[in-house]
């Protein structure tokens, strides 16, 4: 049974649209499923509709010889119709776009060819191919959407938890809501946290088994990442990324990480690029009135999938016996805030004498959202938290309790 995905929406909605729709995405988050399920859907509407997979080779090498020859597998459209008779438009389902030569000529090419009278929507694996193929020359012509891992509503509805995917609704829409069920739900919330959002995990009852999952994903798939970014030392890439890991939530300190594991700062610079454009980790810039000083300060890093964060590290300890519960909690309140905000909005917040806030979201420099994050029951403002409130009164700012009854589901409705 097909269970759907909040991005889902916004994705069909965009389908109408002329503009070419790419999904990108980490290996594994459910793109290829999506697509078929968005394929189905506009056949359902007896739209033109076809789908086709670049794993197979023989497309793919007709596609590379010339982009008319996506139409030995689809319907050609006619002529352009500039928005009119929008019922007569083609449109073609890829899967694994990047695989093609060059995927932005070929997408370029038929966009300018036949405007409205067809449409495209495609996935590719990791924005790392995204960002080095689909060049400048596709500007005005697509829009990219990220399909992440699961978010902890998606996992429970997966895990088939419906109930208490509803209780949860109601927690986030309802500040004063009292859930009965609220511990159920923070001991899958607990769950989450360890195993992580990637679908094959949600749906797997197991905890063994998704041990077991998850240490295929890491050898496998993230081989394939390494084998097609051209990643050369293999075990000094995924040295870096287990270390990367381990300092969840801390300073990137490129120098730092060069001399571990032995390589120039070209090349951690080259594997943090991958890891970001693979959808593996993502860095935080700080916050500052003072733009200069915030470019020059180290960002902190975050993994996208506290799963394989904790496969990285072969800890799959229940999370009320770790001593890096607090790293978890705040590497998950970071990626529910990408779910909520841009990313660029986004930063943390640090002084040279080391007082800091874990979060600012603004969309200026006078006002906006801070938050602490914290697993103690009666947590208590640290100096940092202080001194933000005094150099920057415009903003709200909040303790997020894991332990208090006003926690995470609460104060972020997460």
Known sequence: ????????????????RKEYTIITGARQSGKTTLLRELFSE???????????????????????????????????????????????????FIDEIQYLDRPSNFLKFLYDKYLESLKIVATGSSAFYIDSSFDDSLAGRKRIFNLRTLAFDEYLRFSGQQDLYKELLLIRQHREYVSARKQEIMQIFDEFLVYGGYPVI???????????LLRELKNAFL?????????????????????????????????????TIRVDNKTVDHYI????????????????????????????VFLHD??????????????????????????????????????????????TDKK???????????????WEVKMD???????????????????????????????TLHVLKL
């Open 223 to 259: 081989k394939r990442d390494i084998d097609e970014s051209g990643v050369i030392n293999s075990d000094a890439f995924l040295k870096l990324f287990v270390i990367l890991a381990s300092q969840t939530g801390n300073l990137l300190n490129k120098q730092e990480l060069a001399n």
């Open 42 to 92: 506009q056949k359902k509407m007896k739209k033109k509709a076809f789908f086709l997979s670049l794993e197979n080779i023989q497309i793919l090498s007709d596609l590379n010889t010339d982009p008319e020859n996506v139409f030995k597998y689809a319907i050609r459209p006619r002529e352009p119709f500039n928005g009119s008779k929008q019922n007569d438009r083609v449109i073609i």
């Open 202 to 212: 949600a749906l797997e009852n197991s905890k063994a088994e998704k041990i077991a």
């Open 1 to 16: 049974m097909y269970i759907p995905r909040n991005i889902e929406e916004k994705i069909q909605n965009h389908i109408a």
């Open 356 to 370: 800091e806030v874990d979060f600012v979201v603004s969309s200026d420099f006078s006002t906006g959202e801070a």
């Open 306 to 351: 506290t799963g394989l964060r904790n496969s990285l590290l072969e800890r799959f300890t229940p999370l009320e016996n770790r001593e890096d519960k607090g790293a978890i909690l705040e590497n998950y309140v970071f990626n529910r805030l990408t779910e909520l905000f841009e990313a660029d909005q986004i930063r943390y917040w640090r002084t």
């Open 377 to 407: 029951k009666y947590p208590k403002k640290t100096s940092g938290f202080f001194r933000f409130q005094e150099l920057y009164p415009g903003f709200n700012t909040r303790l997020i309790s894991y332990a208090e009854r006003e926690n």
């Open 273 to 300: 690029s991958v890891l970001q454009k693979c959808f593996h980790i993502a860095l935080v810039k700080p916050f500052s009135t003072n733009i200069r000083k915030e470019l020059t300060k180290m960002p902190k």
